[in-house]
């Protein structure tokens, strides 16, 4: 099983002092190399969730193991050594360094993991996405769509066992939508990652073999959802 998680918790403090609920998860595990999509409404905990897993943020409670490590149970720094060398993190908004150039954003990928620079890959996976002829080029020079598939490329630069993408086609128009999920799909099975990809977009979840609503998994937010909205059909 390539990702674990049972009876995971997550809650924040408010300034009032009391405790916001966001998680609580029985169970929910995907199979190694497999891909699955995540769907459901703003605030039903997708982001957070994804921030759990990967280490970025401790749940209240619970077990998380990706490969059979409970990342849960690591400290803040082996948390950080973990996610670099075994998770590809596709951000929503990129997260490019704009003083670098696509391929130096790729290579530091490389670096977050302790790995030796190893340019010739970078240049491989930015030629996979498409992009070997703007590798000198910085974000700004880019577009949007080109600067998502160099967040693509940079999530794969350690050969992670697992890719985590976070609504990778809300800020790319409707015509590159499609190109960048075929562009992950694509990419993650040439490479046997597995994949949990986070999205309201309906029109992506029908891409997918595996849908699962975090509204119906997630407990918090099935408790605030109106009775007629929970259902456990995997897509709407």
């Keep these: ?106 290579l530091l990928g490389m670096t977050f993991a302790r790995n030796r ?21 910085k974000p700004a020079a880019l577009s949007v769509g080109e600067q998502q598939r160099v967040a693509v490329a940079r999530a794969l630069a350690n050969r992670p066992s697992l890719i985590l993408a976070d609504e990778p086609t809300a800020n790319v128009d409707r015509a590159n939508q499609q190109h960048i999920v075929d562009l992950i799909r694509t990419t993650c099975r040439e490479e046997q990652v597995t994949l949990v990809m986070v999205t309201h977009a309906m029109e992506v979840a029908e891409q997918f073999e595996r849908v699962d609503r975090l509204d119906v998994i997630n407990r918090v937010a099935r408790a605030a959802a109106p009775v007629d909205e929970v259902t456990t059909e995997a897509v709407p």
């Design 117 to 137: 620079r190893d340019r010739k890959r970078a240049e491989e996976l930015l030629e996979r996405v498409g992009l070997q002829h703007r590798r000198s080029h």
């Design 1 to 106: 099983m390539a990702l674990f998680l049972e009876n995971v918790k997550k809650s924040y403090r408010e300034p009032d002092g009391r405790m916001l609920r966001i998680l609580d998860i029985p169970s929910f595990t995907v199979s190694r190399g497999e891909q699955m999509l995540l769907v459901g409404p703003s605030g039903c905990g997708k982001t957070t969730l994804l921030h759990v897993i990967a280490g970025i943020s401790c749940p209240d409670r619970g077990v998380i193991r990706i490969d059979g490590i409970d990342v849960v149970r690591l400290s803040e720094a082996a948390r950080d050594r973990f996610r670099a060398a075994k998770i590809g993190y596709v951000f929503q908004t990129f997260n490019l360094l704009p003083a670098f150039t696509a391929l130096e954003n790729v």
